[in-house]
């Protein structure tokens, strides 16, 4: 059974604040790793890709530990506008999208 | 570029009714098509995926089917909805398999 854990939370963190999150997959034959973004209620969003070499876009870092089969996502300066659920995603080859079931952050001011 | 569509935003149907969601994407020919669900405070669930017109596969059992008349259209479908069929539907697309997908979004079911 395939399996994607993330820490459910919440995460409370003063705006301004640098925090990382991980997610965990069971697959070691997984191939591809993302990592979305869902605000409440709405449709979830892609945040950004995760590659071998670690992949940074602006305040927010993704790594990918295959040894230890997990993801990481760091957001430097944390803006109040980051408030939101983080959902990591892998990707088995013909067996699609897996989600894990999100990671809650709050930023408070 | 790419734009999915899907409607309504909203719905509430009484319990045994049936219902139709329909998600159409353009920009794109022969995408993967997806149907999600998730529940109140819970994760994303696949409920249907098509890799092309007329095949649908089928991730849990249950009273919904979706169907695939068109390369670029997917319809969710029940014939009489329970209370547990609340939630949130979400269609998405993909390129293939290990690619991104990205979602309409959404319909908002509450069945009363």
């Known amino acids: 059974r395939k399996e994607v854990e993330q820490d459910p939370g919440p995460f409370n963190v003063p705006e301004g604040a640098t925090v990382a999150f991980n997610c965990t997959y069971s697959?070691?034959?997984?191939?591809?790793f993302f990592w979305y973004r869902q605000d409440c209620r709405k449709e979830p969003k892609l945040l950004m890709s995760v590659y071998s070499s670690g992949n940074e876009d602006g305040r927010f870092t993704a790594q990918l530990n295959r040894a230890s089969q997990y993801i990481s996502l760091l957001i430097r300066d944390s803006k109040l506008s980051d408030s939101a659920t983080y959902l990591c995603?892998?990707?088995?080859?013909?067996?699609?999208?897996?989600f894990g079931k999100g990671t809650h952050l709050i930023i408070q001011p | 570029s790419q734009t999915i569509h899907q409607w309504p935003a909203t719905l509430v149907q009484p319990v045994g009714s049936p219902l139709s969601l329909e998600c159409t994407v353009e920009g794109t020919s022969n995408p993967n098509l997806y149907w999600y669900r998730q529940a109140a405070g819970r994760g994303l669930q696949l409920l249907f995926y098509s890799v092309g017109i007329g095949q649908i596969s089928s991730e849990v059992p249950q009273n919904l089917s979706a169907s695939r008349p068109q390369d670029r259209q997917f319809i969710l479908s029940s014939k009489k909805l329970l209370l547990s069929d609340s939630g949130f539907y979400l269609c998405?697309?993909?390129?293939?398999?290990?690619?991104?997908?990205?979602f309409g979004q959404g319909t908002r079911l509450t069945v009363v």
């Open positions: 998405a697309w993909s390129d293939g398999f290990n690619t991104e997908a990205f």
């Open positions: 697959n070691s034959a997984s191939q591809s």
């Open positions: 995603v892998v990707i088995e080859g013909a067996d699609g999208l897996t």
